[in-house]
């Protein structure tokens, strides 16, 4: 079975974070140890193919994603464990690394909300007594004053993005609409941190969920314009441009996705860099919609602080241009083919996406153009 195990590496204690140049040695470095290997020895013997890799570094470490085919998810972890060890211990450079966490990530909340009644873990006991006793419990919490299953699900969900918050380090309170001190209106500060633990954890789940699509279309050898199997958010990007979605850019991508929440979450976080980061914070907050709606949290406050947040980071909307309804100019209001709102403007080419809008802009190495494309 494949799985696609998630390795997080830090630099030793007390050593002074990468700069960009450092972090373009350390992709290289551990890339060329993952191309050494294909297959690695798991427990009892067993072998573990890998099948392919990501690597994005931050100024503090590496976020690694390993897909293997393991016949099962503790040989999996294990493997790829032992895999990045060695990798490390045998590079000089990296060999003071340390793995801080090594596992197989299950979003079970979001695959359960996707399941039929009919066959969900809501539904009712085939067995007629056992459905009976689930009744009268019911009826039991409604007298009572209990708290139903969703609501405890709900409270435990808001508590733990409370909780994530914290790591949101590169966007304060007031990016969310909080204003410290001032007169007017304001997003209370319990719902600013409840978008940001919701932006937290729903990266979780957009890097995850961009890696299956990644190995969707890598699989199959085709574009999003082609593929056949089910994809989570590569067919959410501009569909003019489906045609060029292939599985290089679906991992030029991600790992565009993975370099800018490390940003919001290690603290160096300072512009966007490029359209591709523009897409990426386009899915990222969609995708923390989605998880605030799945769990009944969405009010009407967080939605002003997500409201907030977007109007924060976005330094123009000229990336919605690209889609779909984009007004080139030679059409006439109310014509076939013309858009509404205000006068168009021409949409970044495709094969800019990843170059930076500006000298300075970070890019992640595995994802900036070659030097060749980024002279033209």
């Known amino acids: 079975m494949t799985y696609v195990v998630t390795v997080e590496t830090c630099i030793p204690e007390g050593t002074p974070e990468m700069d960009p140049l450092q972090r373009a040695g350390a992709v290289s470095l551990i890339e060329d140890g993952f191309d050494s290997v294909r297959a690695v020895e798991g427990p009892d013997g067993l072998e573990v193919d890998v099948l392919d890799t990501i690597v994005a570094v931050h100024p503090g470490g590496a976020l690694l994603k390993v897909v293997v085919d393991a016949p099962a998810l503790e040989f999996a972890e294990d493997s790829v464990r ?9 590079t000089e450079l990296l060999a003071d690394w340390e793995i801080e966490r090594c596992e197989v990530e299950l979003h079970q909340d979001l695959a359960l909300a996707s399941l039929e009644a009919a066959d969900g873990p809501d539904a009712p006991p085939a067995d007629p007594v056992a459905r009976k006793a689930r009744h009268a419990e019911a009826a039991a919490d409604h007298a009572t004053g209990a708290v139903p299953d969703a609501a405890r699900r709900s409270a435990a969900m808001r508590r733990r993005m409370l909780e994530l918050a914290d790591e949101l380090r590169s966007l304060p309170p007031a990016g969310f ?7 007017g209106l304001a997003v209370p500060p319990e719902s600013a941190r409840l978008a940001a633990g919701a932006l937290v ?18 699989q199959e050898d085709a574009t999003v314009a082609e593929c056949e199997g089910p994809l989570w958010h590569l067919e959410r990007l501009p569909d003019r441009y489906a045609l060029q979605y292939d599985a290089p850019f679906a991992r030029r991508f991600l790992v565009t996705v993975i370099a800018l929440t490390t940003r919001f979450t ?3 976080f300072q512009r966007l860099g490029c359209v591709a980061e523009e897409l990426a914070l386009r899915l990222l907050l969609s995708q923390t919609t989605t998880i605030l709606e799945l769990h009944d949290l969405l ?3 967080v939605a002003a602080a997500l409201d907030a947040l977007t109007d924060h980071l976005y330094e123009d909307m000229g990336h919605e241009y690209l889609y779909d309804g984009y007004d080139d100019g030679r059409h006439e209001p109310g014509e076939e083919g013309a858009a509404d709102g205000p006068l168009a403007v021409a949409p970044v080419p495709f094969d800019a996406w990843f170059t930076p809008f500006q000298r300075g802009r970070y890019i992640h190495p595995s994802a900036a153009d070659e030097p060749d494309a980024a002279a033209r």
């Open 201 to 218: 954890h729903a990266t979780d789940v957009l890097v995850d969920e961009l890696f299956e699509d990644v190995q969707v279309l890598t």
């Open 299 to 301: 009010d009407d406050d």
């Open 82 to 90: 032992v895999l990045v060890d060695e990798l490390l211990e045998r």
């Open 177 to 183: 609409g909080v204003l410290d001190g001032e007169e």
């Open 266 to 268: 290690d603290g160096s």
